[in-house]
């Protein structure tokens, strides 16, 4: 018990400095943007949303509506998506679903479809997916598809529907 302890502790450590070492080169983590170009970029869960330089965006189930729930630790784990200016949709993305939500503090985070944006610390390059179906902070979190639903596990489910499920014949010892 104590060793997992210990690594749960250890990975959280790991979190806390990779976030602080993006932050401090202006990787994915600092979430800063004077104005936030979203794209679509392919990855091995379909298309996914992604900012300008092509790191992956998430969203939280915790949010409430537009507004963010993810302050403190949280954030240095999962960075937000910040703009100063208006955010721009690139190809494959609806402008109608874009949008900004003001922070606690007064930044303004950009949202799609309804859905504050967030990166991952453990982002490191373009493309990577690492948040994906993470449960952390109190609820999951999720890459985005161009329609602003979100993609699930499910590696064969790219439109962010939940897949249908099956159950095995009773009584016969599911053969």
Known sequence: MR?????????????????????????AAA??????????RKTDLGTVLVDSRGFTLYLFEADK????????KCAQFWPPLLTTG?????????ASLLGVTMRKGGAHQVTYAGHPLYFFAEDTKAGQTNGQGVTGFGAAWYVLAASGHKIDN?????????????????GYGGY
């Open 3 to 27: 060793v997992t302890r210990f690594r749960i502790i250890l990975a959280l450590a790991a979190f806390a400095l990779a976030g602080a070492v993006l932050a401090a080169s202006g990787g």
């Open 154 to 170: 499910d590696a064969s489910d790219k439109t962010g529907t939940p897949p249908p499920t099956t159950t095995p014949d009773a």
């Open 31 to 40: 979430g800063a943007s004077h104005r936030s170009v979203l794209k679509l």
């Open 86 to 94: 208006k955010p721009v949709a690139g190809a494959g993305l609806k």
């Open 65 to 72: 509506g537009k507004q963010s729930v993810c302050y403190g």
